[in-house]
């Protein structure tokens, strides 16, 4: 059996997340990014691309998970609601990165999971300003964070040209928005 020592646990959070940024990369890198497609869009204009960026999504995804509920939720001490938008998210995820962006019911069961993890994500944060165990600097990003994710969701509802048209760097920006209170509440 494979035992995990507290100091693994904890890295994985840093190499799951700078996993995901080059992985991205590397995907954006392939094409000529279109500012208004997602990276998901991207993802699904060639099924090679769509199944390593899977695979991709959901290998890393899993490291993160073993981070989060192994270390960052005991050591941190965070709240049930983030326990919970884990779940949610992680199901999100799953869900997002087996199915396809593409036309039809692919495109609205890719939503679900998309939207559904991308809400978790607020609440997630929303958590972690809760945590007192969290440093105030991680409470602050992640405060901000939740505001540009709030303001970006509303953008997506109320201004959709606006989201269309500037859709892979908003999405770019919303990961980072999650990614980096979690860096700074482990290493900060």
Request: hydrophobic letters at 55%.
């Amino acid at each position: 059996m494979f035992c995990y020592t507290q100091a693994m646990l904890k890295q994985l959070g840093l190499i799951s997340i700078l996993s995901m940024w080059v992985a991205t990369y590397a995907l954006l890198k392939l094409h000529l990014p279109d500012s208004g497609k997602t990276i998901s869009q991207h993802a699904a204009k060639d099924s090679r691309y769509h199944v390593t960026y899977a695979l991709v999504e959901i290998g890393v995804s899993s490291l993160f998970t073993v981070f989060v509920f192994g270390w960052l939720i005991p050591t941190l001490k965070l709240n049930t609601w983030y326990t919970a938008g884990a779940i949610i998210g992680l199901l999100g995820t799953f869900i997002a990165a087996i199915i396809p962006d593409r036309a039809g019911v692919q495109r609205r069961v890719h939503q679900l999971g998309a939207y559904s993890m991308a809400m978790s994500l607020i609440v997630m944060n929303l958590a972690l300003i809760a945590s007192p165990t969290v440093s105030l600097i991680a409470r602050t990003a992640s405060g901000l964070g939740v505001t540009y994710m709030i303001s970006g969701s509303l953008i997506a509802l109320y201004r959709p040209s606006i989201y269309r048209k500037n859709a892979l760097i908003l999405q770019i920006l919303y990961f980072m928005s999650f990614h980096i209170p979690i860096l700074l509440a482990v290493y900060a």
